[in-house]
């Protein structure tokens, strides 16, 4: 999680910011084992805006579904 937040807080620092940032590109993030805290910390860097999340929710449950999203 250190590295994902490392680079949340250097994307957050650039003058100009990426149109879009996939979460997972082709990939299924309900894998994630933290989701929860993931979007949180994008939250927080205040980049919500930017990513996309990709998922057919196969994986989720409906409590968690509730939760993450």
């Known amino acids: 999680m250190e ?3 490392s680079i949340l807080q ?7 910011k990426p149109g879009v940032i996939y ?3 082709d ?3 309900t894998m ?3 989701p ?3 979007l949180a910390l994008i ?3 205040g980049l919500a805006h930017l990513f996309y999340i990709q998922t057919n929710c ?3 449950k409906k409590t968690q579904e509730r939760r993450d999203l």
Do not use: C, H, I
């Open 10 to 16: 250097q994307v957050a620092a650039w003058p100009e």
């Open 23 to 25: 979460l997972t590109m």
């Open 27 to 29: 990939g299924e993030s």
């Open 58 to 60: 196969e994986l989720m």
């Open 32 to 34: 994630d084992k933290q």
């Open 43 to 45: 939250k927080n860097y």
């Open 36 to 38: 929860a805290k993931r």
């Open 3 to 5: 590295l994902f937040e």
